[in-house]
Each structure stands twice: as C-alpha cells, then as structure tokens.
C-alpha cells in the first residue's frame, strides 16, 4: 500500500532553536498535504493544509510564522518549528492524499521535545 | 460546521468481549466517514471507511454502518483481542482531496 514517511520519528532540541520535520510519500504524488498536531490523549488538530508550490493555509490560531510549511516538491513537505519552546512541544502528524485512490494516508509522527 | 464526537473512554474490556465504540457527526453534505486506530507510538492507520449512506466498512473483525437518519458511525467488533488495544478516532471528510475532521479518540485496552 501507499506509504507516507515523516522523519524523523523522535527529536529533542533546546529552546530557541529550530526544527524541522519532512514528510514523503514514497509511492505516489500528493499536491496535498496536512499538518496535524497532537496533544497528550487528546485527537488531531489541523494545523495547515501544504499545497505543492503554493502558500500553505493555516488554521486559525496556528502562527505561521512560527510553523513554517514548505512543499516545494509533489512528494515532499517539511515543517519547521522556528524558534521552539516547551509549550511546542508535541506530537506532529503529516498525512498525504492519495490522488487516485482519494484516500489520506499518514506518517508515522514525530515526537517533538523543547528543553 | 464540521464536527465529530465519539465516546471519550477509556473503555476496558476482557479478551473476546464484545466493542462498541460510539461516533456521531454534524457535517454539511455527504461526508465520507472513517475509523482509524493508532497503536502507542505510532502514527494513524485507516481501519475501515463508507462513502455513503448504509454503507458498511470491516475490516479485521470491526465494522460500522453509516447512517444517515442518525448522523452515527459506531464502531463494533464481535469479539476483541488484546492485540486490539489502541486508540480509535472516528472522523468525517466532505469531499475529494479535503482534509479530515477527527474525534476526541477512544481508547481501548484489552485484558488478557
């Protein structure tokens, strides 16, 4: 099946540093991709949709300077956490739509701790 | 707007006891409705789906009807397992290429 690759799956930083996180998917082309982010035992929230060589659009509340979203190829978008702090710290999903089976298919997670 | 809300849990069950995982929607149209189980430190894998009204998706002994008249997708499973123990989301797409709206999460533990 279509798979969708985030790595990396685990990272540690110190605050006011930067972090980025990329997504692929392996097997196909996805001119859409999602950020989500998740909070200890709570769902996904939607942080923004990357459109392959577009302006991301974020959801409100979500500082898009501070979480920028680059999808610069038909496989590949990063996000980058620009000056972390403990309170980013989280649990961050990408998911990629499969274009011909209309079907999101996620990344494994990346597990962000800010010390 | 678009919404989903399942059962908060968790929900504690013994080896081949029988599931049922509540989930209701608010959505404007004909949303496509999914389950997905994400296993401890992993991320999300789809379950089962339906695309439309009556519709029913299984897989893996889980299935869940979609129901219009009842705006519900309720998740069951006839005898569970402790491989079973997860969280499931309950979520709702509107349409091709848009992005899904996702439950609280219900987590599920299987005891031996």
């Known amino acids: 099946g279509a798979v969708v690759s985030q790595h990396p799956s685990r990272v540690i930083c110190k605050s006011g540093t930067s972090v980025k996180i990329e997504c692929r998917s392996l097997?196909?082309?996805?001119?859409?991709m999602f950020w989500y982010r998740q909070f200890p035992k709570q769902s996904l929230m939607l942080m923004a949709t990357s459109n392959e060589g577009s302006k991301a659009t974020y959801e409100q509340g979500v500082e898009k300077d501070k979480f920028l979203i680059n999808h610069a190829s038909l496989t590949l978008s990063t996000l980058t956490v620009t000056s972390a702090h403990p309170e980013d710290s989280s649990f961050y999903i990408c998911?990629?739509?499969?274009?011909?089976?209309?079907?999101?298919?996620f990344g494994q997670g990346t597990r962000l701790t800010v010390v | 707007g678009n919404s989903v809300t399942q059962m908060e849990g968790p929900v504690t069950l013994s080896e081949e006891a029988f599931l049922t995982i509540n989930c209701t929607y608010t959505?404007?149209?004909?949303?496509?409705l999914f389950w997905y189980v994400q296993y401890p430190g992993e991320g999300l894998q789809l379950l089962l789906k339906a695309t439309k009204a009556d519709d029913k998706g299984s897989n893996k002994g889980f299935e869940a009807t979609y129901r219009k008249e009842t705006t519900s997708f309720h998740l069951e499973k006839g005898s569970v397992q402790v491989s079973d123990s997860a969280v499931y989301f309950c979520?709702?797409?509107?349409?091709?290429?848009?992005?899904?709206?996702f439950g609280p999460g219900t987590r599920l533990s299987v005891l031996p």
């Open positions: 097997d196909f082309q996805a001119t859409t």
């Open positions: 959505a404007t149209g004909y949303p496509s």
């Open positions: 979520a709702l797409r509107r349409g091709y290429g848009q992005n899904f709206v």
């Open positions: 998911s990629a739509i499969h274009p011909r089976h209309d079907e999101a298919f």
